[in-house]
């Protein structure tokens, strides 16, 4: 089946722009989860989603940063007045038992 | 709070060589145990995981990984490399309390095969 899907696959923008990144989870799992990967930081727990739950934000580096999944499905990343430092791989995974299944990532540049 | 520790940050082999990668961990609570493997621009593939029972884990591809509660460590083996298997590799634990299931990463080992 379809695995995890993240779009765009890159994207470039400059300093102080808006961007959203979008994930579309395989079908039937119920948790979602996004990661960062930077090469001074590894990879980074950023938020996670359960069902109707509210979501663990507890990773989430700055305010400027928030995610929503509507539906219970395909979910997306906001970074408002991006920096320079938020240049990074961001992961989406998702999960229906404990492991977690990845998609390709998208390659965010800040100029 | 877990941490998990990779203590090669590359590993150079040549092929048909074997590979060993260290992955340590602690926690004060019982874990899950993953390992992923990321091939260039590529995101993360899960290679193989220990949830419970044997832990001794394989996978389809020829690597193993055998969780030691004792030594908290869940390091992984291949007995005979190939230039595909060139990747950087993360070892991954979640603790069994946490119901969210989120994931701390190793800082990844680099396997650079050569012929």
């Known amino acids: 089946g379809a695995g995890v899907s993240q779009s765009p696959s890159n994207k470039v923008t400059e300093k102080g722009k808006d961007v959203e990144l979008r994930c579309d989870p395989i079908s039937g799992h119920t948790a979602l989860y996004w990661y960062r990967q930077s090469l001074g930081q590894g990879l980074e727990f950023l938020i996670y989603?359960?069902?109707?739950?509210?979501?663990?934000k507890s990773g989430l580096p700055s305010d400027r940063f928030s995610a929503e999944r509507t539906g219970g499905s395909v979910s997306t990343l906001t970074i408002q007045r991006t920096q320079q430092e938020d240049s990074a791989v961001y992961l989406c995974?998702?999960?229906?038992?404990?492991?977690?299944?990845f998609g390709p990532g998208t390659r965010l540049t800040v100029t | 709070a877990q941490s998990v520790t990779q203590l090669d940050s590359q590993v150079p082999v040549f092929e048909e060589a074997p590979v060993e990668l260290r992955c340590n961990y602690s926690s004060s609570v019982s874990v899950y145990l993953f390992w992923y493997v990321q091939y260039p621009n590529q995101g993360l593939q899960l290679l193989l995981k220990?949830?419970?029972?044997?832990?001794l884990v394989e996978s389809i591809n020829g690597f193993e990984a055998e969780f030691n509660k004792s030594q908290t460590s869940f390091h992984l083996r291949k007995p005979s490399v190939h230039i595909s298997d060139t990747a950087e590799y993360f070892c991954?634990?979640?603790?069994?309390?946490?119901?969210?299931?989120?994931?701390?990463f190793g800082a990844g080992t680099q396997v650079v095969v050569t012929p």
């Open positions: 995974a998702s999960s229906g038992a404990r492991v977690q299944y």
């Open positions: 991954a634990v979640s603790e069994t309390t946490d119901s969210w299931g989120k994931l701390q």
């Open positions: 989603f359960q069902g109707n739950s509210a979501p663990d």
């Open positions: 220990y949830l419970s029972g044997s832990t």
